[in-house]
């Protein structure tokens, strides 16, 4: 057993830099109801303030400053995808992730059986480790399934998979800006979607990581892994898990300034970077070492990357 470096992403989600970044979505068929809003919020246009300057931030994300920034009215999914959406498109199609192609993506070590073997490690972050077999619908490789998640939010798809799922519904993925003004759900300047304390009055409002990282985790938020994605109350917008639970995919190139700064409308991100930009944090988050499950907090991940924390929702223009 072998630790493998990564082209980036760290300690939430380790970039995979097989093929360059340049992974593009399959064509397939459009479903039979495209573009339907059923699930969907609707959310009407409006210029909000962007970002954080949050002392606890991590510089080279580039959340800040806080910008005021337009977006146009927009549908966007009350929830991630689900393993079995994912399963219906799957099953309309025929298609096969890049996982699936790759033959291996990374699951979190501490959801192994104890007598799984030996397997490749990430130098920066070894609690990741390399699974041969391990997809969609393997998350921990192949003696697992999802036959009891079916309604946890698929994992172990790149961003190529979630472009593919969304052509197929007639849907698109959200950009930042629209997801983070959809995170927000009105309430300014505010770390949560239900405001600025992590469990107010003791309540747990999402799946993170409760404990010591990554050697123990009590679990007091009832979870350990993927949760349901209705999990835990909506915020004001009626929209689930916008924090914790999974990363989720948005549209827009990664960069480490922020392309706001320049323009007050939905910016849409870079066009000269590689990686794509992923928001929410997810079940491994912890303060000790990621406090990236806030609702201004991003990283970049190279969009050939499939990963046991990472999925998506879906969004569509009015």
Known sequence: MSDIPTGGGGCCAPSTGRGGGQASATKHPI??????????VLL???????????????????????????????????????????????????????AERFGWSFVFGGLLPDDFPPTQG?????????????????????????????????????????????????????????????????????AFPWGDELEPDGDHRMNVWQGTFPQHNSCA??????????????????LYNMTGNVWEWCHDRFH????????????????????????????LCHESYCRRYRVSARQGITPDTSIGNTGFRCARDE
């Open 44 to 98: 009407g246009g409006d210029e909000f303030l962007m970002g954080s300057e949050d002392s606890r931030a991590y510089p080279d994300d580039g959340e800040g400053p806080v910008r005021p920034v337009a977006v146009d009215a927009f549908w966007i999914s009350a929830t991630a995808v689900s393993n079995a959406d994912f399963a219906a498109f799957v099953a309309s199609t025929g298609y096969r992730t890049e």
């Open 221 to 238: 938020d009832g979870w350990y892994g993927t949760c349901p994605v209705t999990e835990f109350p909506a915020n004001a917008y009626g």
């Open 122 to 190: 990430v130098a920066a972050a070894p609690w990741w480790r390399v699974v041969e077999g391990s997809d969609w619908a393997h998350p921990e490789g192949a003696q697992s399934d999802v036959r009891n998640r079916q309604d946890h939010p698929v994992v172990h798809v790149t961003w190529a998979d979630a472009q593919a799922y969304c052509e197929w519904a007639g849907l698109r993925l959200p950009t930042e800006a629209e997801w983070e003004y959809a995170a927000r759900a009105g309430l300014q300047g505010c």
């Open 31 to 40: 479903s039979g109801n495209p573009g339907s809003t059923e699930g969907m």
């Open 256 to 283: 480490g300034t922020s392309p706001a700064l320049e323009h007050r409308t939905d910016p849409g991100g870079s066009d000269d970077e590689l990686r794509r930009v992923a928001r929410g944090g997810s079940y």
